[in-house]
Each structure stands twice: as structure tokens, then as C-alpha cells.
């Protein structure tokens, strides 16, 4: 059983940054991967970034691509989500997740162990 707690959320004006981060408790193993989604309200949850746990492979959604960058301290089981370049359109509740078995997934159904999300607000 692994447990994620989600922190670093808040209020940014346009063309800010922030950064996430997501701390997992529990044994992490390398062929994990862990994953940033996020739900505005009205709209379903939707894929932003992830990566394998043991390196070597990271994904973006083409809407975040170039703005934000997802990262890992194997050491601190945290992975982090920098986000440069927010949008009032990147508003939305953020939630880290684990899936446990490849391959690789951007499908919100095929994650196994949630956090329980935080609330960026970009304001224009």
C-alpha cells in the first residue's frame, strides 16, 4: 500500500510558477510509474505529466509541454512538477498518482493509488 500527499499548491498570477510536490509513502519500486493529473471544475480529470520511478522516460500533455517539467528524488520518495509559464487555463485541482504495472499510461482508469490533490488558481 502506498500513500501520496500532495503539497505546494496556491494563487499565481498569469505568466507565474509553481511547484508541486508529491511525497509517497510506502516502498517505491522501479518499475513504477508515477504520474501529475489535474480537474478543472465541470471537466474530467485529464493527464499533465509523468515519469518511469527508475528513470529514463518522462511524458507531457502537449498543453504543458515546454512549460512544465516533472522530476523525482528517488532518495526523498517525492516527485515534484514545476510549472512555468501558468496559465489561467492551468487552474485546477492537481493530483498525483502511482501506477503500478507497465506500460506506460496517460489513462486516469489505469492509476492504482491517489493523493488527495491540490488546488492551483492561476488569475489573469
Known amino acids: 500500500q502506498v500513500q501520496l500527499v500532495e503539497s505546494g499548491g496556491g494563487l499565481v498570477q498569469a505568466g507565474g510558477s509553481l511547484r508541486l510536490s508529491c511525497a509517497a509513502s510506502?516502498?517505491?519500486?522501479?518499475?513504477?510509474?508515477m504520474g501529475w493529473f489535474r480537474q478543472a471544475p465541470g471537466k474530467e480529470r485529464e493527464f499533465v505529466a509523468s515519469?518511469?520511478?527508475?528513470?529514463?522516460?518522462?511524458a507531457y500533455a502537449d498543453s504543458v509541454k515546454g512549460r512544465f517539467t516533472m522530476s523525482r528524488d528517488n532518495v526523498a520518495n517525492t516527485v515534484y512538477l514545476q510549472m512555468n509559464s501558468l496559465r489561467p487555463e492551468d487552474t485546477a485541482v492537481y493530483y498525483c498518482?502511482?501506477?503500478?504495472?507497465?506500460?506506460?499510461?496517460?489513462?486516469?482508469?489505469?492509476?492504482?493509488?491517489w493523493g488527495q490533490g491540490t488546488q492551483v488558481t492561476v488569475s489573469s
Open positions: 510506502g516502498r517505491m519500486f522501479n518499475s513504477y510509474y
Open positions: 515519469l518511469l520511478w527508475s528513470g529514463g522516460y518522462t
Open positions: 498518482a502511482i501506477k503500478t504495472h507497465s506500460p506506460w499510461s496517460a489513462s486516469v482508469r489505469d492509476y492504482d493509488y
